[in-house]
């Protein structure tokens, strides 16, 4: 049996559109056993009443892919999945999905795959590398796809840093909110964005929380669609005025996080009282960044 224990992750990071994310210390287990035959999925905590228990379980498919790619055939396959990353709120379920099932497929056949191999794998399953590459690496990570691989680099969270995350009572499919966003943006919209990364991936580096208010601005995604989230503009005005570093959409939403050094308890509670003003139920979490990435923490 092999238990691998995957971080929740944030991405985009404002401004970083499909390049940059985090992890966070929040995590799901994902336990896969060979079988002689069949497929048996269990499922608790968050999303057990939502996620899929037969073949089209993601854990599962990606799963497939590995042992599709290596050439191991298992008879049968025996799933668990015990979650606390909530679903299809913008924190990474299905990436720590994805990347937990990739993992343990890979362990299962022989571990033939590195991490670089693996990284790909799962991009092509989730589309792009913004929240997989923190989940398998930990950490804050730029990274996207180029030559047929992803190209990435890792960098510290800053010291004292933690992550406010105001998680709404509602599901935003992230291809519902990909649907929103327009084909084309300006070039001075572009340039906005393109400074603000830049400026952004600079303070993380140095640990320059002052920044971050400027650098995590972005013109690309979060007004399209904040309009599938009610009071999220009063909720990012309200952290800020209670001390937020930083606010932004986690990932397509409709989860938001402030980044923040100090007012913890007090930034938590306004964005949760902001949002319930706008008859949105919501669970707020104080997290710290997930410096370690997935890891097996059984084998046998």
Wanted: proline share 5%; hydrophobic share 50%.
């Amino acid at each position: 049996m092999i238990r691998v224990q995957v971080p929740a992750t944030t991405a985009n990071l404002g401004p970083g559109f499909d390049c940059l994310g985090m992890a966070l210390e929040l995590h799901n287990i994902i336990e896969v056993l060979p079988l002689a035959h069949g497929v048996a999925i269990e499922v608790s905590g968050e999303g057990a009443a939502e996620i899929a228990r037969d073949e089209r379980n993601i854990v599962f498919q990606a799963a497939q892919r590995v042992f599709q790619q290596v050439g191991f055939i298992p008879g049968g396959i025996k799933i668990r999945l015990i979650n606390q990353i909530p679903v299809a709120r913008g924190l990474g379920s299905s990436t720590a999905a994805i990347v937990g099932g990739i993992i343990a497929a890979n362990i299962i056949s022989g571990g033939h795959l590195t991490i670089r191999e693996m990284l790909p794998l799962a991009a092509s399953l989730e589309g792009h590398p913004d929240n997989v590459a923190p989940a398998f690496l930990g950490g804050i990570v730029v990274s996207l796809m180029a030559d047929g691989e992803v190209k990435y680099l890792k960098i510290t969270p800053p010291a004292g840093l933690k992550v406010v995350a105001a998680v709404p009572d509602f599901a935003l499919p992230t291809r519902t909110a990909r649907d929103l966003l327009p084909q084309q943006i300006s070039f001075q919209d572009a340039a906005f964005n393109v400074g603000r990364v830049a400026l952004l991936v600079a303070a993380l580096h140095q640990g320059d929380l002052s920044l971050l208010n400027t650098a995590m601005e972005d013109r690309m995604h979060q007004f399209f669609r904040s309009t599938l989230i009610p009071g999220m503009r009063k909720v990012v005005a309200a952290a800020k005025l209670a001390g937020a570093r930083g606010v932004t959409l986690s990932g397509a939403g409709p989860t938001v996080v402030a980044f923040a050094d100090s007012n913890f308890d007090l930034i938590a509670r306004v964005m949760g009282d902001t949002f319930r003003e706008s008859n949105v139920k919501v669970k707020v979490m104080i997290l710290k960044p997930g410096t370690v990435g997935a890891r097996a923490l059984e084998v046998r």
